[in-house]
């Protein structure tokens, strides 16, 4: 809690110094930190309730989770991961200099999360002919509301990669302009991280 | 620590954030509402249930009683008053008020007719018939 | 005071406080007849004490964000109001009407008053909190517009602050969302539904946005830290506020005739409600700590300080002891339930109205602070109301627990009635809390009557 | 938007590492990945296998945290607090599945 107030206080106060001898510094806007804390926090408890409730219902949950589409969610594991390493490369070109590579790279990363969603959309689309919805069992309501909330989140993420796509191609990220490009970055990671838990939880777990 | 605080940034996370969890309780609503037809008892909504309905209101029963477990908590809840007493106890009930008994929580006496009893009692009966997830735990509500 | 306009913001006030001791009253009159269920019958019923009660609470913490705003817009913006005029014409009407509906509920029996007001052309009253005739609603709105084009004419000739504009997104918020009151369709699951989108996006949602303007702005005046800062930390607080309370709408649609999915929804996001509340605490103590001046007004400090804690206890804590479905399953509508909304409306709204009255006063009134004595007796008031709200909460907890052990939880349930009977000795001593508060607020209400050597106005 | 620049900045480019680092990590999240998919290819179940499920998701997790998130070279707070939410979330759902496979 200390460190919080103490974040809570003053920003720029009392420079940690890390093993090299170098500043820590935290990446991007603190904002998002706390945006994405949040973010977490939520994700936390409906995997635990996920969890929890499979718990009680072990063969529903081990019965209906076998006709969900695994390939599909490995396909999308992938993208994401990819995606997140090319948003990675483009932070470096942006920290190196080099905006318009950035930018680049940001547009590789935006394909690979727009084919998420495209594969997603399938998904959901086999899903819904096949008569899942939010109340057709337990397991399905989890199922939709722990990958549509997530799938919200890869769109919100499309959106800030485009902006940032946007501010790259026009020269405005650089070692001395890293706050947008690295806040971005971190929900970014944020939306790939939660998707690594989600997918060997709901897709392979029995 | 050397990080970075713009209001900037800030800003535009608080709009971000807020325009996502609105869209999100929306898009949630609009769920429910398709889905409410499986649950609230709307193919029992007659004209008397209605005419019920608005008795219940022009009568500030929410004022004392809780229904579904929403109002005040000075006096019973209703949402399963109907197997609870069944309709003649109801409109015996209502008719009798208010009790006198001194010191004790007093009802008014609403001076409804048969009809309007009637009514009441059908509105009554068709929240009771409401899927509430099975709410109230027992019947005493 | 830097614009002579804000002077509208005085009678505002005034009339906030009026209402809030007429509620307070009322609140009373309920506490007894809790214990003696005939008091006041046939004159005064339950249900009409309550709708006073819960109606006046309203409209002066209406009354007290509306004065807040005259008070604080102008010198946000650094101009005059756009019409003091029209400003003081809104006052007379929201207060002539505001009369007139208490003195209907109380006079008129109910279904008489629904019928001269023209609720047979379109029913909206008789549901919690929005029991206002058809009349009063229309007239909230016009009030709710007229002062929101007057606020927003205002800033857009001024300065544009974060504080100032949070404010207005806040009251805008409230006049839309209070239009869901006109919506009362025959299905009771559609109506009950769509009725938490007023109470539920107003007191978790809209309102936060209001009180968190309203510290932010007294706490920039009271600490003199930079503006910059205390800007940054109200977005963050807000935006975990909507982020944690608008799917948190979830908590109220368990049991209603609502799909399943709301029980996981509401559950795992009220959970998270408590943050915002927690981190508008840590937010007004650090302020406080990294004062850069001693304001003169120690007791504004204070009531901002209570509104920071009381507010997370109330809103927070009591709010999460039974958000969860499983818990709430049991305490839903019980007495656990109005322990919170006690608390809860002291800790975030009453108290954050009182603060902004206690800074502004004063100078609305021409001094930076009051005398010494002066504020040592608003202190005790401070002090009086906050503790004996504490204590009402903790007897009306006792009683929701007692409560719902006996009727809910056991084997062999006792009827409501019965179990009313059992928990009567926590009834009276909510009642003799309820009467120190009573006293708390008598106490406030001399401290602004206390005679003494003013503090000379400073200019910040 | 505020540009805000410390003294320091120009000195390193190492926050977000180098290239070749990030490469490297990619090619081992996505090895992983597979190991995964091919668990639940194989009908895999069991306390052994979600264990290693588990591991691989939180060393995955890690990667993403430390790495692509750069919290490797924040204030401690902060690759504490996410790596904390990583064990506390993956150890709680090992409880969850171990009280299932009791019922």
Redesign the interface.
């Known amino acids: 809690m200390n460190?919080?107030v103490q974040?809570l206080v003053s920003p720029s106060a009392a420079p940690?110094v890390?093993s090299?001898g170098?500043?820590?510094?935290?990446?991007g806007d603190l904002a998002i930190?706390f945006f994405i804390?949040a973010e977490?926090?939520a994700f936390?408890a409906f995997?635990?309730a996920y969890?929890?409730a499979?718990?009680?219902n072990?063969e529903l949950f081990?019965e209906q989770q076998l006709a969900l589409d695994?390939?599909a969610?490995?396909l999308n594991?992938?993208l994401l991961?990819?995606s997140?390493?090319l948003?990675?490369?483009a932070?470096?070109a942006a920290?190196?200099g080099q905006s318009r590579r950035a930018a680049t790279w940001i547009a590789g990363g935006f394909a690979c999360g727009a084919g998420f969603v495209v594969v997603k959309l399938f998904e959901y689309v086999a899903k819904f002919a096949a008569g899942v919805s939010l109340s057709s069992s337990t397991f399905h309501m989890f199922y939709l509301i722990l990958t549509f909330f997530h799938f919200m989140h890869v769109i919100l993420g499309l959106v800030i990669l485009a902006a940032l796509w946007n501010g790259a191609r026009k020269g405005r990220y650089g070692?001395?302009?890293?706050?947008?490009i690295?806040t971005g970055?971190?929900y970014w990671?944020?939306v790939?991280?939660v998707w690594?838990?989600l997918?060997?939880?709901v897709?392979?777990?029995? | 620590?050397?990080?970075?605080f713009?209001?900037?940034?800030a800003r535009n996370i608080f709009y971000g954030g807020a325009v996502f969890f609105f869209l999100l309780l929306v898009a949630l609503s609009f769920d429910t509402m398709s889905g409410l037809p499986k649950s609230d008892n709307r193919a029992n909504l007659t004209e008397s249930v209605l005419r019920g309905k608005h008795i219940w209101e022009t009568r500030n029963c929410i004022g004392c009683h809780t229904l579904l477990g929403e109002g005040a908590y000075f006096a019973p809840e209703l949402g399963n008053v109907y197997p609870r007493r069944g309709a003649e106890f109801i409109k015996a009930w209502i008719k009798s008020q208010p009790t006198g008994t001194p010191g004790r929580r007093q009802m008014p006496n609403f001076n409804l007719t048969e009809q309007e009893l009637d009514d009441i009692v059908a509105f009554l009966k068709y929240t009771s018939e409401i899927n509430t997830q099975k709410w109230p735990p027992n019947i005493e509500g | 005071m830097k614009y002579s306009s804000q002077s509208v913001a005085m009678p505002y006030f005034i009339a906030a406080i009026g209402l809030f001791v007429g509620q307070i009253i009322f609140g009373l009159v309920m506490g007894l007849q809790y214990v003696v269920g005939d008091f006041l019958f046939p004159e005064i019923p339950f249900n009409v004490a309550r709708m006073v009660h819960t109606n006046l609470l309203i409209v002066w913490l209406l009354f007290g964000f509306m004065g807040a705003t005259y008070f604080l817009v102008p010198e946000e913006a650094e101009t005059e109001l756009y019409s003091p005029k029209l400003a003081l014409l809104m006052f007379w009407i929201f207060l002539v009407a505001g009369a007139a509906t208490i003195l209907g509920y109380l006079l008129v029996p109910y279904s008489t008053l629904a019928e001269m007001t023209g609720n047979n052309i379109l029913a909206t009253m008789g549901r919690e909190f929005l029991e206002q005739p058809l009349l009063t609603k229309i007239g909230i709105v016009i009030v709710a517009l007229a002062f929101l084009f007057n606020i927003t004419m205002t800033m857009l000739k001024g300065r544009k602050t974060v504080i100032s504009i949070v404010l207005l997104m806040g009251l805008w918020g409230l006049a839309i969302f209070f239009l869901f009151s006109f919506y009362n369709p025959g299905n009771l699951v559609k109506d009950k539904f769509y009725w938490w989108w007023v109470v539920h996006l107003w007191v978790e949602g809209v309102w936060e946005l209001i009180m968190a303007a309203i510290l932010a702005f007294v706490l920039i005046k009271v600490t003199g830290v930079d503006r910059e800062v205390i800007e940054k930390w109200l977005y963050v607080i807000i935006t975990l506020a909507l982020v944690t309370g608008l799917i948190g709408t979830g908590h109220h649609y368990f049991w209603i005739g609502t799909p399943e999915y709301w029980q996981w929804l509401g559950s795992v996001f009220s959970a998270l409600e408590p943050i915002p509340f927690f981190a508008m605490t840590v937010f007004a103590f650090n302020m406080v700590n990294r004062r850069r001046r001693e304001h003169p007004n120690k007791a504004a400090v204070l009531w901002a300080l209570g509104t920071g804690v009381m507010a997370f206890l109330g809103a927070g804590v009591w709010g999460f002891l039974h958000t969860l479905a499983p818990v709430n399953y049991y305490t839903h509508g019980s007495q656990i339930t109005a322990a919170h909304g006690h608390m809860a409306f002291y800790g975030a709204y009453v108290l954050v109205v009182l603060t902004i009255i206690s800074y502004a006063m004063p100078l609305l009134r021409g001094r930076a602070a009051n005398d010494e004595r002066a504020q040592v007796c608003e202190m005790w008031g401070f002090w009086l109301m906050t503790i004996s709200m504490v204590f009402i909460t903790l007897f009306l907890t006792a009683a929701g627990i007692l409560q719902v052990w006996l009727q809910r939880v056991s084997d062999t349930p006792m009827p409501f009635m019965a179990v009313q009977d059992q928990v009567s000795l926590f009834y009276w001593m909510r009642l003799w809390a309820g009467v120190v508060f009573a006293a708390g607020l008598v106490t406030y209400l001399a401290s602004f009557f206390v005679k003494g050597e003013s503090k000379p106005l400073i200019h910040a | 938007?505020?540009?805000?620049?410390?003294p320091?900045?120009?000195?390193?480019?190492?926050?977000?590492?180098?290239?070749l680092r990030?490469?490297v990590?990619?090619v081992v999240?996505?090895a992983a990945?597979?190991v995964?998919?091919s668990?639940?290819?194989n009908?895999?179940?069991g306390p052994a296998v979600?264990g290693l499920?588990?591991a691989?998701?939180f060393g995955?997790?890690a990667l993403?945290?430390l790495?692509?998130?750069?919290?490797r070279?924040?204030?401690?707070?902060?690759p504490l607090?996410?790596l904390g939410?990583?064990t506390?979330?993956?150890a709680?759902?090992g409880i969850?599945?171990w009280?299932?496979?009791a019922?």
Not at chain 1, 175 to 180: D, E, L, V, Y
Not at chain 4, 73 to 78: D, E, H, I, K
């Open positions: 460190t919080c974040t940690a890390a090299d170098s500043a820590r510094r935290l990446p930190w804390l977490l926090l936390g995997f635990l969890a929890f499979r718990a009680n072990v081990n695994r390939n969610g490995a594991t992938i991961l990819t997140s390493y948003v990675v490369r932070v470096q920290e190196a070692p001395g302009n890293m706050n947008g690295e970055a971190a990671h944020m790939d991280l690594l838990i997918f060997p939880l897709y392979v777990m029995r | 620590m050397s990080g970075t713009t209001k900037a940034m | 938007m505020r540009n805000h620049e410390s320091t900045r120009a000195l390193h480019h190492s926050d977000h590492g180098t290239p990030a490469t990590i990619w999240l996505i990945t597979i995964t998919w668990v639940g290819e009908g895999g179940s979600v499920l588990f691989i998701a995955k997790g993403i945290i790495d692509y998130m750069a919290l070279r924040a204030p401690l707070m902060w607090l996410a939410w990583m506390l979330v993956c709680l759902i969850a599945y009280k299932g496979l019922a």
